[in-house]
Nanobody, 124 residues
Framework: QVQLVESGGGLVQAGDSLRLACTAS????????MGWFRQAPEKAREFVAG????????AYSDSVKGRFTISRQRAATSVYLQMSNLRPEDTAVYYC?????????????????WGQGTQVTVSS
């Protein structure tokens, strides 16, 4: 079973930046897309960003486009999410995930490995 471990969450003020990191325990995900989801209290888990196995094909939700940047080295088992100009509505638990295939999609059912999550809280 692949384990994904996130780090980098915390409490920040609106307008601040934060960088999340995720590392997988198994080399098998090196050929799979990786990405980030988030879940706010009483809301469904939603896609934030994804990136292909080779560091290309980056995709973002409309709510974070232009503020967040996902990155990954080619065939690496680590993925990062640089979050800038954070807003209170970005407050959520952020989950790292690995996709079933090499190219990311926003369909949550296409992601089959999940981390435990890291809390991001943005105060106004």
């Amino acid at each position: 079973q692949v384990q994904l471990v996130e780090s980098g969450g915390g409490l920040v003020q609106a307008g601040d930046s934060l960088r999340l990191a995720c590392t997988a325990s198994d080399q098998t995900v090196s050929n799979n897309a990786m990405g980030w989801f988030r879940q706010a209290p009483e809301k469904a888990r939603e896609f934030v960003a994804g990136i292909g196995w080779n560091g290309g094909n980056a995709a973002y939700s409309d709510s974070v486009k232009g503020r967040f940047t996902i990155s990954r080295q080619r065939a690496a088992t680590s993925v990062y999410l640089q979050m800038s100009n954070l807003r209170p509505e970005d407050t959520a638990v952020y989950y790292c995930a690995a996709h079933r295939s090499a190219v990311p999609s926003s369909n949550i059912r296409a992601w089959n490995h999940w981390g435990q999550g890291t809390q991001v809280t943005v105060s106004s």
